[in-house]
């Protein structure tokens, strides 16, 4: 969920982003059973960005391994403390580092990209540790299509500390720089009332 200028911020709030409910817990399980639908019982599975492992214990049991990584150790801490399938592995790792293990055959990203500070960097990085033919499955807020009253909220919040340093993307602007990094997308998709997060499946030609 981190890298480094918001390691401070998820390490603050990571015992409250732990207990904080699922906004659409229907939205929720549908974006899971679309990214199960896209993996092998004999995937190797890289997730940048775990957060508090949410995800990866409910995927990760399908997979021959799912190695879910975070810059926060806070997020990791609470993460390794809940039980999980044997093919869960928890490391701290920022996401330009958490390529231990590479290539895997499949590489996920959940509400990260707007995070990281060089988008360009983390997507060539990733291409790099895919195995061919492998996917990148991301998904990530757009804010740059949100509203502008939406859009002037955000470093109001940030002002106060209640909010991560992140970009404005729009999702034109990401699918170009996921193409841009040798990707072919293969399927996008919103779940529930979050028109703004796309949800992208994007494979490195084999």
């Excluded at 330009?96 to 360009?120: N, R």
């Excluded at 033919?133 to 949100?146: E, P, R």
């Excluded at 072919?184 to 703004?196: K, N």
Aim: proline fraction near 7%; charged fraction near 25%; include cysteine.
């Amino acid at each position: 969920m981190t890298d480094t200028p918001g390691l401070a911020f998820w390490n603050r709030v990571a015992d409250r982003y732990a207990a904080r409910p699922v906004r659409e817990p229907e939205a929720y399980e549908d974006t899971l059973a679309h990214v199960a639908a896209h993996l092998a019982r004999s995937d190797r599975v890289l997730e940048i960005g775990c957060g508090t492992g949410s995800t990866a214990l409910r995927l990760g049991g399908g997979v021959a391994l799912w190695r879910a990584t975070d810059a926060s150790p806070e997020m990791i801490r609470i993460a390794g403390a809940k039980p999980a399938p044997a093919s869960v592995r928890f490391a701290q790792a920022e996401a330009g580092e958490a390529v231990e293990g590479a290539p895997f055959d499949v590489v996920c990203a959940f509400h990260l990209l707007h995070l990281v500070p060089d988008l360009e960097a983390t997507l060539a990085r990733i291409h790099a540790h895919l195995e061919p033919g492998g996917l990148f499955i991301s998904k990530t807020w757009c804010f740059g299509d949100m509203s502008r009253r939406l859009r002037l909220l955000i470093p109001f919040l940030r002002l106060f500390g209640l909010f991560p340093p992140a970009r404005a993307l729009t999702a034109r602007a990401l699918r170009a720089a996921i193409r841009a990094a040798g990707f072919e997308i293969e399927d996008e998709r919103t779940f529930g009332r979050s028109r703004h997060a796309p949800c992208i499946i994007a494979r490195k030609p084999a």
